[in-house]
Nanobody, 124 residues
Framework: QVQVVESGGGLVQAGGSLRLSCAASGGTFSMYVMAWFRQAPGKEREFVAAINRSGSITPYAESVKGRCTISRDNAKNTLYLQMDNLKPEDTAVYYC?????????????????WGQGTQVTVSS
């Protein structure tokens, strides 16, 4: 069983930045594919970014490409999402997800373990 805990959310003005963190424990972090998803009120959960085990492959959703950077520190068992130039439409609960595999999938169905989420609110 893998425990996943997100942190770093908050309230920020449009154009601002936030860095989300995700700590995963209970397994071998370096063996997992990791990803961020988000869910806005009244909308379905959507893919944000993923990262393979070595960090060499990082697909992004078009809506965040160029504004967000996903990274991982395997020594610290931690995943990050640096978000810059935030927009009100980025407001959502952000979830960290763990995949047992090698492919950096963009489908939520590919991920087995999920955190409780961290709220990001961007004011205009």
């Amino acid at each position: 069983q893998v425990q996943v805990v997100e942190s770093g959310g908050g309230l920020v003005q449009a154009g601002g930045s936030l860095r989300l963190s995700c700590a995963a424990s209970g397994g071998t972090f370096s063996m997992y594919v990791m990803a961020w998803f988000r869910q806005a009120p009244g909308k379905e959960r959507e893919f944000v970014a993923a990262i393979n085990r070595s960090g060499s492959i990082t697909p992004y959703a078009e809506s965040v490409k160029g504004r967000c950077t996903i990274s991982r520190d395997n020594a610290k068992n931690t995943l990050y999402l640096q978000m810059d130039n935030l927009k009100p439409e980025d407001t959502a609960v952000y979830y960290c997800a763990v995949r047992i595999g090698t492919f950096a999938s963009m489908s939520s169905l590919s991920y087995t373990y999920w955190g409780q989420g961290t709220q990001v609110t961007v004011s205009s």
